[in-house]
């Protein structure tokens, strides 16, 4: 069973401060990797996607890809409250569908 | 630019009614396409999804149905509705002649069943 999994928190981080948000993925065969931000009563949107091992950074966010651990992460700098929103991460081996964690829920306080 | 629509954007119906989420994608060709379910506090959950014309994957077994008609229609239908049909539902487009492997969602269809 292909599984990714997510601290559903929430985690609360101060404004200014980096949030990380982490995931695992258990399918070894796995190939890209995607985080979406999620507001309540909102529908999914893509923040990034990463395929190599490493970093890879894009404005405030950078995604990190450790392919050896199966480990997945996502940094915020300088958060925002308007950050404060669910964090999806999801898997995917070629073109089969993705497969999503439950998400972390991340409250940045003012 | 790719855009992708669904409608309605809420809906409240029955018991046993009958339900038609319509999904249309516009800006690319031959695109995947997919139907999932996220119940409230929860996680989302795949429903459908199709590669193609008529080519639709089911991945969980339920009283909803999928159709693919056209090449960027998507169509998610149930003859009776039960309580536990009630969800927020998004409809997702990945592939085709423009993104490789991104996937994007549309803005979704709350369904209240009562």
């Known amino acids: 069973q292909k599984e990714v999994e997510q601290n559903s928190g929430p985690l609360s981080v101060p404004e200014g401060a980096i949030a990380s948000l982490n995931c695992t993925y258990s399918?070894?065969?796995?190939?890209?990797f995607f985080w979406y931000r999620q507001y309540s009563g909102k529908s999914p949107e893509l923040i990034m996607f990463?395929?190599?091992?490493g970093d890879k950074e894009d404005g405030r966010f950078t995604a990190q890809l450790n392919k050896a651990s199966q480990y997945v992460s996502l940094l915020i700098r300088d958060s925002q409250p308007s950050d404060s929103a669910t964090y999806l991460c999801?898997?995917?081996?070629?073109?089969?569908?993705?497969?999503f964690g439950k998400g972390t829920r991340l409250s940045v306080i003012a | 630019s790719q855009t992708i629509h669904q409608w309605p954007a809420t809906l409240v119906q029955p018991v046993g009614s009958p339900l038609s989420l319509e999904c249309t994608v516009e800006?690319?060709?031959?695109?995947?396409l997919y139907w999932y379910r996220q119940a409230a506090g929860r996680g989302l959950q795949l429903l459908f999804y199709?590669?193609?014309?008529?080519?639709i994957s089911s991945e969980v077994p339920q009283n909803l149905s999928a159709s693919r008609p056209q090449d960027r229609q998507f169509i998610l239908s149930s003859k009776k509705l039960l309580l536990s049909d009630s969800g927020f539902y998004l409809c997702?487009?990945?592939?085709?002649?423009?993104?490789?492997?991104?996937?994007?969602f549309g803005p979704g269809t709350r369904l209240t069943v009562l």
């Open positions: 999801a898997s995917r081996r070629g073109n089969t569908p993705l497969v």
């Open positions: 399918d070894r065969g796995s190939q890209s």
């Open positions: 990463i395929y190599s091992n």
């Open positions: 800006g690319t060709s031959n695109p995947n």
């Open positions: 199709s590669v193609g014309i008529g080519q």
């Open positions: 997702a487009w990945s592939g085709g002649t423009v993104s490789y492997n991104e996937q994007f």
